[in-house]
């Protein structure tokens, strides 16, 4: 299934909702996030939220702690991102830097900035579904795109009450695929 648009939505004390739009399929999906939450299987309230990319790959881990710190490793694809629950001054993290990447930008958020949403391109590169392009925004500002974002598939990940926490997916040389843990975010 591929996703066009995620959004979670508030209105006066009823249950956040998760909408689910498949353009191609033209299927509408709605969830009610507090009840997601209730059932969450990794930690209680955090809703696990993707893939986006390939199926290739070794799995990485989330650490639900909460992103001040994100470090992306691109080109024409992305590399590898890590991020930290604290801005890291030797820019360590979940995934390790991979070789042969020749930029990377470290993004730090404020104390009172927090992530909520998150988009991007996939492409077909060497054979593999890959995460060409990353977008992060956040309650403040917008960062990126980081790498190409021309011909390739998007997807968006958009969030209202919610704060992404942290990220997981699927690693070789390039980033092969990223998925989001969100939990409800009073404000």
Same mark, same amino acid.
């Not at 959004?7 to 249950?15: D, L, V």
């Not at 969830?31 to 993707?50: H, L, R, V």
């Given at each position: 299934m591929h996703v066009d648009l995620v959004a979670i939505n508030t209105i006066q004390e009823k249950p956040t909702l998760l909408i689910q739009i498949d353009q191609q399929?033209?299927?509408?999906?709605?969830f009610d996030i507090q009840q997601m939450a209730?059932?969450?299987t990794c930690c209680p309230g955090i809703i696990e939220m993707g893939y986006w990319g390939g199926i290739r790959g070794k799995n990485w881990n989330p650490t639900p702690n909460g992103i001040k710190e994100i470090i992306i490793w691109y080109e024409d694809t992305v590399f590898s991102i890590s991020c930290s629950d604290k801005p890291c001054p030797d820019e360590s993290g979940?995934?390790?830097?991979?070789? $042969? *990447?020749?930029?990377?930008?470290t993004i730090i958020f404020h104390p009172d900035e927090f992530l909520t949403s998150l988009s991007g391109t996939t492409v077909?590169?060497? $054979?593999?579904?890959?995460?060409? *392009?990353?977008?992060f925004y956040t309650n403040?500002?917008?960062? $990126?795109?980081? $790498?190409e974002t021309d011909g390739g598939t998007p997807f968006?990940?958009?969030?209202m009450n919610a704060e992404i926490v942290s990220f997981f997916g699927r690693? *070789?040389?390039?980033?092969n695929a990223i998925a989001v843990q969100v939990i409800r975010h009073p404000h």
């Amino acid at each position: 299934m591929h996703v066009d648009l995620v959004a979670i939505n508030t209105i006066q004390e009823k249950p956040t909702l998760l909408i689910q739009i498949d353009q191609q399929q033209q299927l509408y999906k709605v969830f009610d996030i507090q009840q997601m939450a209730n059932k969450a299987t990794c930690c209680p309230g955090i809703i696990e939220m993707g893939y986006w990319g390939g199926i290739r790959g070794k799995n990485w881990n989330p650490t639900p702690n909460g992103i001040k710190e994100i470090i992306i490793w691109y080109e024409d694809t992305v590399f590898s991102i890590s991020c930290s629950d604290k801005p890291c001054p030797d820019e360590s993290g979940d995934v390790p830097p991979v070789s $042969g *990447s020749p930029k990377h930008e470290t993004i730090i958020f404020h104390p009172d900035e927090f992530l909520t949403s998150l988009s991007g391109t996939t492409v077909l590169k060497d $054979g593999d579904t890959v995460i060409q *392009s990353l977008k992060f925004y956040t309650n403040k500002t917008a960062y $990126g795109p980081y $790498g190409e974002t021309d011909g390739g598939t998007p997807f968006d990940l958009h969030l209202m009450n919610a704060e992404i926490v942290s990220f997981f997916g699927r690693q *070789s040389d390039l980033l092969n695929a990223i998925a989001v843990q969100v939990i409800r975010h009073p404000h």
